[in-house]
C-alpha cells in the first residue's frame, strides 16, 4: 500500500518537528536530517515501527540499527553502566558522529533492533534538528540510513524522496548534511576500543580521546564474498553494527576503484575509462582537484582536493546518485590516502564499487 509521504521543508522546521514528532510517537516513520547522513527513524521500543523501517528500506532484519538519543545521558536508559573507555568516547563525541555499541538493558528495545545480540549501537548526533526531532517525539529513535537498502545514502531531503516517496509517512528537510559520511562505530571489549565501521570520527582521533586506557584497532575490512557469507547464525558471526555484513552504497552501473601512488593512477584512471567508451558505456571518473582537468570522459567529476578528503566524503554519495540520474553506467575511481578520513573514505569507496579494485604497484 502506497502512503502519502509528507514533506516538511527547511523553511517550516518549527511545525515540521512538532508534526514529525507526533508522527514518531504514534509509531510513524520519518526521515530527518543528522550530520552525518538522512536517517529514517522510528520508535525504537516498538517492533511495529522497526519493521515498518526495514519493510520501506527493503533491508533484511538481522542487520542491527542505531538507536538515536536526544541527550548522553539518556544512553542509561538503554544500558546499566558505560565502562571507563566508553564514558571517555561518549565525553569527547557526544553529540557527534560516533556510535558505542554497548550492553543492552532487557527490554529496553525492541530485539529487532540489536537483531536479537545482546547489544545496542548508541548515538547522540550533533545535528540540532535532530536532537529536537528526538526530545519532542519522547521516545529513543532506531534509525539507519533514510535509502533504499544497497542504494548510496541520502546527504539531502531530496534523495530521501527519491527512494523512498510512498513507503514512509514524513521527510524533515534540514538542507544537505556536513559530515557526508555514516558514523563511526566501535566497541569496547577486552580493553581495546575495535572500530567496527571507520566513519566521521577517526581513529586518530579516537586515540587521543582515550590516552592510555586503551589501544584504539585498526579496522578490518571484508571482502565481498566474506560479507555475503557471514549468515549472523551465532552471535560469533552475526554483526554489531550496520554497514559491514552487506554490499553497501553502491550506483546502478559498474564502478572501479584505482589505488596506488597518485602519479600512476592519471594513466591507468584514464585507460580504463577510454577501454569502457570503446565498450559503448557512458563513462564518468571521480577525480581529485589536482587531476580532474586531465581526464577525458563523458562526465569528470571534481570531489575536491586530495589533501582534503573530508570533500569527497562530504560529496562521494550525491556525486554517485548523480551518475545514475544522468545514466552514466560506468564509474572509474580515484583512491585516496587512507589516513584521517580516509579510511572511512576508501571504505565507502570499496562498498561502492563492490570490491572491484585495481591496485597499482
Not at 32 to 46: H, K, N
Not at 150 to 172: C, N, Y
Not at 191 to 216: C, F, M, N, W, Y
Request: a negative charge.
Amino acid at each position: 500500500m502506497k502512503l502519502k509521504t509528507i514533506y516538511w521543508p527547511a523553511e517550516q522546521t518549527r511545525a515540521g518537528i512538532i508534526e514529525a514528532a507526533a508522527a514518531l510517537a504514534a509509531g510513524g516513520v520519518i526521515a530527518f536530517p543528522t550530520e552525518t547522513v538522512y536517517g529514517l527513524g522510528g520508535d525504537a521500543r516498538s517492533t511495529e515501527a522497526v519493521e515498518r523501517i526495514f519493510a520501506a528500506k527493503g533491508r533484511p532484519s538481522d542487520n542491527p540499527l542505531i538507536v538515536h538519543l536526544a541527550r548522553s545521558e539518556d544512553v542509561y536508559e538503554l544500558t546499566d553502566r558505560l565502562s571507563e573507555v566508553e564514558e571517555a568516547l561518549a565525553q569527547a563525541f557526544w553529540p557527534g558522529p560516533l556510535t558505542l555499541v554497548l550492553p543492552v538493558r532487557p527490554g529496553a528495545v525492541s530485539p529487532l533492533v540489536t537483531a536479537g545480540l545482546d547489544t545496542v549501537a548508541v548515538r547522540v548526533p550533533a545535528h540540532e534538528l535532530a536532537r529536537a526531532l528526538i526530545e519532542k517525539s519522547g521516545c529513543p529513535i532506531a534509525a539507519p540510513s533514510a535509502n533504499r537498502s544497497g542504494r548510496p545514502s541520502p546527504t539531502q531531503a531530496r534523495h530521501v524522496l527519491e527512494d523512498l516517496d510512498g513507503r514512509i509517512d514524513g521527510v524533515l528537510d534540514g538542507g544537505a548534511t556536513g559530515v557526508g559520511l555514516e558514523s563511526t562505530v566501535v566497541r569496547v571489549l577486552d580493553g581495546k576500543v575495535h572500530i567496527l565501521r571507520p566513519g566521521g570520527i577517526t581513529r586518530e582521533q579516537l586515540i587521543s580521546a582515550v590516552g592510555s586506557l586503551a589501544d584504539v584497532l585498526k579496522p578490518v575490512e571484508k571482502s565481498p564474498e566474506e560479507i555475503g557469507s557471514d549468515n549472523g547464525a551465532d552471535d560469533e558471526h552475526a554483526p554489531r553494527s550496520p554497514g559491514v555484513k552487506y554490499t553497501h552504497y553502491a550506483p546502478k552501473g559498474e564502478m572501479l576503484l584505482v589505488t596506488g601512488p597518485q602519479e600512476k593512477q592519471l594513466s591507468i584512471v584514464q585507460e580504463k575509462a577510454d577501454e569502457a567508451t570503446k565498450l559503448g558505456l557512458r563513462v564518468a571518473v571521480l577525480a581529485c582537484s589536482e587531476n580532474a582537468s586531465r581526464y577525458r570522459a563523458e562526465a569528470v567529476f571534481d570531489c575536491g582536493s586530495r589533501n582534503e578528503p573530508s570533500q569527497a566524503a562530504q560529496s562521494l554519495y550525491a556525486l554517485l546518485r548523480e551518475c545514475d540520474e544522468r545514466g552514466l553506467n560506468f564509474i572509474v575511481a580515484e583512491g585516496y590516502s587512507e589516513a584521517g578520513i580516509g579510511a572511512a573514505l576508501m571504505n565507502r569507496l570499496r562498498k561502492a564499487a563492490g570490491g572491484n579494485e585495481l591496485t597499482i604497484l
